[in-house]
């Protein structure tokens, strides 16, 4: 559980991580080692261009790969991903192929969740450990080197970056895509689109969101 060399300098790694790593140790927990930081591997410092944060990794062994919202291919689709999905066919007209998504992630769509750890079937279980100290660090860092496009699903993500977005980015605070809430305001958001629109008018290559096909 080595930290991604990119986000290695952060002071979480040497104030708050150690005693976290203790604690994980000869736990069963999810996503698990080769998990833990696959958000940081997948899209280091400089490669970030839009943040998504979810709160902590699905509970249920086998689904969650360390990429908020996503799960692993052979996985069915969680509700608040099947919703992403559906409003991405409104906005887009197409989705994925199954719910990874790693390949946002490599096109620089920070995928983070605020707890980085849970015990199977116990969500949240590990949201007090101090691993949201992470979350604001390295969203502090990537936004120190560019603009963001700052994708907020619910109150939690948007308390969880209070203070730091700014009047260059983009900010699409709504609704979170969950059943219980996608009525209110996430339905119709069009996020993708304009995520999409506000890298072009930056000179940026727009996300694939929907690929890839197959």
Do not use: C
């Amino acid at each position: 559980m080595i930290p991604p060399e990119g986000w290695a300098d952060l002071d979480f790694f040497r104030s708050d991580w150690p005693a976290i790593r203790d604690r994980l140790e000869g736990l069963d927990w999810l996503p698990g080692p080769a998990h833990v930081f696959a958000a940081l591997s997948l899209t280091p410092p400089e490669a970030a261009r839009v943040v998504i944060l979810g709160q902590d990794p699905y509970p249920t062994p086998g689904h969650a790969n360390g990429l908020a919202f996503s799960v692993t291919p052979q996985t069915a689709l969680p509700r608040s991903l099947a919703n992403i999905y559906r409003e991405m066919d409104e906005d887009l007209g197409a989705r994925p192929r199954n719910g990874d998504l790693s390949h946002w992630a490599r096109q620089g769509v920070l995928l983070l969740n605020t707890a980085l750890s849970v015990p199977p079937g116990q969500a949240g279980a590990h949201a007090k450990w101090g691993w949201d100290r992470l979350a604001r660090q390295v969203i502090r860092k990537a936004h120190d080197l560019r603009p963001l496009a700052f994708v907020l699903w619910g109150a939690h993500a948007q308390k969880a970056v209070a203070g730091i977005p700014d009047q260059k980015d983009l900010v699409i605070a709504t609704a979170h895509p969950s059943p219980l809430s996608a009525r209110r305001g996430f339905f119709g958001s069009r996020p993708f689109s304009r995520v999409n629109d506000w890298l072009s008018a930056r000179g940026e290559a727009p996300i694939d969101w929907t690929g890839p096909k197959g």
